[in-house]
């Protein structure tokens, strides 16, 4: 089955700690995965996807097949952080899958 | 470029009525995704529409739900007899191509049925 599953449906933190939101997939085959962010008031939008092994904003996910993880990860939170993260598997071609989400909320 | 829009942002309808909700790609965008995200759920995938072909429509109810994406004009999720059950969020995306993580998503429409 083709499942996303992230286990923590908020997540607060204070200001300059370290954030990890947990993301754990089921696939069978070649993944492709990212994660979206919703800002309040803001649309859903692309942060970062594993192809790329980019930074952005400071937040980096590494794809480990072996746990079939991607956890997404920032050394140290700002308050503007604070959304909504949706991780998303990609299932080749145009389905996209999507976790319930994990609201982080950064406290100053 | 305005990005995608949709409209209503707020639907409300009574048990057995129907629900119309539009989506306009961004400029230029060709490619259309549903998504239903019921409450304390994440964004479930329902239909991806080409102009005038529905390509994908394994995540869309049998019944009641039908969409559609003309030559002109914006894509329509259209929902008959609507049920309590129904109440959700509905979000559009589009892209340039079939590259699913190139999608823009819309706003949302809220769909609340009474």
């Known amino acids: 089955a083709q499942r996303v599953t992230q286990p923590e449906k908020l997540l607060s933190v204070f200001k300059g700690a370290p954030v990890e939101l947990k993301c754990n997939y089921s696939?069978?085959?070649?993944?492709?995965l990212f994660w979206y962010v919703q800002y309040s008031r803001q649309r859903l939008q692309l942060l970062l996807r594993?192809?790329s092994r980019e930074s952005i904003k400071g937040f980096t996910a590494d794809l480990n097949k072996g746990e079939t993880s991607f956890h997404l990860k920032k050394p140290f939170a700002q308050e503007e952080d604070s959304a909504m993260y949706y991780c998303a598997l990609g299932t080749g071609g145009f389905k996209t899958i999507f976790g319930a989400g994990t609201r982080l909320f950064v406290k100053a | 470029n305005a990005g995608v829009m949709q409209n209503p942002r707020h639907l409300v309808r009574r048990r057995g009525q129907e629900a119309r909700l539009r989506c306009s790609p961004m400029k230029g965008h060709s490619h259309v995704y549903w998504y239903r995200q019921l409450p304390e759920e994440g964004l479930k995938f329902m239909v991806y529409l080409q102009k005038e072909n529905i390509i994908d429509e394994s995540g869309m109810p049998k019944e009641r739900f039908s969409a559609e994406f003309p030559k002109e004009g914006p894509s329509i999720l259209r929902i008959q007899q609507v049920v309590r059950g129904d109440s959700a969020a509905y979000f559009c995306?589009?892209?340039?191509?079939?590259?699913?993580?190139?999608?823009?998503f819309g706003p949302g429409t809220r769909l609340t049925v009474t």
């Open positions: 995306a589009s892209s340039l191509d079939s590259l699913s993580y190139e999608q823009y």
């Open positions: 594993h192809i």
């Open positions: 696939y069978s085959g070649s993944p492709e």
